[in-house]
């Protein structure tokens, strides 16, 4: 069975980092594209941040692009979002998304993990 | 960036009721256009990829259709447990973005 697991979450202060990891099991985690989707309380869903399946394509949204970092490492079946210089309105739950194919575009998410919620506030 | 405009917001409707829920891309992203359910409190659940292929363990009565940069997500019979709320999400380019959100609530 196909799972995913996020970890990292919690309180944090303004301006600060955490690091966010995604457990993936029950698929062969190399052969696809993985994606970092986050959703405000009470608001939609926002993609973050994609890799693809060799970390060869990397796209990120604007609103984190130069604070947030993907990345991934197929030996340990883990992807990662390393969160710097944090704001309020980053506060979010924050999901790891598994894609159907091993590009960051063309195809749409088959699995999600539960999420893992971030606070940003002082 | 490739805006998309997910209309209505928000609907009321019986069950057994046909629903329409229309995206609207800012520009052409051919088929790569894919439609997600997410019940309260649960992550999402992809239903449609590529504009009208049901994802595998997706009930019949979800479709979807496209007519250039318009999609439609249709619920041909709504049954108590489709209570949720829908999002489009174009995957033709990054950044990939999802529309607002359609809430379907039980009359």
């Known amino acids: 069975e196909v799972h995913l697991v996020e970890s990292g979450g919690g309180l944090v202060q303004p301006g600060r980092s955490v690091r966010l990891s995604c457990a993936g099991s029950?698929?062969?985690?190399?052969?696809?594209?993985m994606h970092w989707v986050r959703q405000a309380p009470g608001k939609g869903l926002e993609w973050v941040s994609g890799?693809?399946?060799?970390?060869?394509?990397?796209d990120y949204a604007d609103s984190v692009k130069g604070r947030f970092t993907i990345s991934r490492d197929n030996a340990k079946n883990s992807l990662y979002l390393q969160m710097n210089s944090l704001r309020t309105e980053d506060t979010a739950l924050y999901y790891c998304?598994?894609?159907?194919?091993?590009?960051?575009?063309?195809?749409?998410?088959?699995?999600w993990g539960q999420g893992t919620m971030v606070t940003v506030s002082s | 960036d490739i805006q998309m405009t997910q209309s209505p917001s928000s609907l009321s409707a019986s069950v057994g009721d046909r629903v329409t829920i229309t995206c609207r891309a800012s520009?052409?992203?051919?088929?790569?256009l894919n439609w997600y359910q997410q019940q309260p409190g649960k992550a999402p659940k992809l239903l449609i990829y590529?504009?009208?292929t049901l994802q595998s363990g997706v009930p019949s009565r979800f479709s979807g259709s496209e007519s250039g940069t318009d999609f439609t997500l249709t619920i041909s019979s709504l049954q108590p447990e489709d209570f949720a709320t829908y999002y489009c999400?174009?995957?033709?380019?990054?950044?990939?973005?999802f529309g607002g959100g359609t809430k379907v609530e039980i009359k």
């Open positions: 890799i693809n399946w060799n970390s060869g394509s990397i």
């Open positions: 590529a504009a009208s």
């Open positions: 029950g698929f062969t985690f190399d052969d696809y594209a």
């Open positions: 520009q052409s992203i051919t088929s790569y």
């Open positions: 998304a598994k894609d159907m194919g091993g590009f960051v575009d063309a195809d749409g998410f088959d699995m």
């Open positions: 999400q174009q995957s033709y380019s990054p950044p990939l973005t």
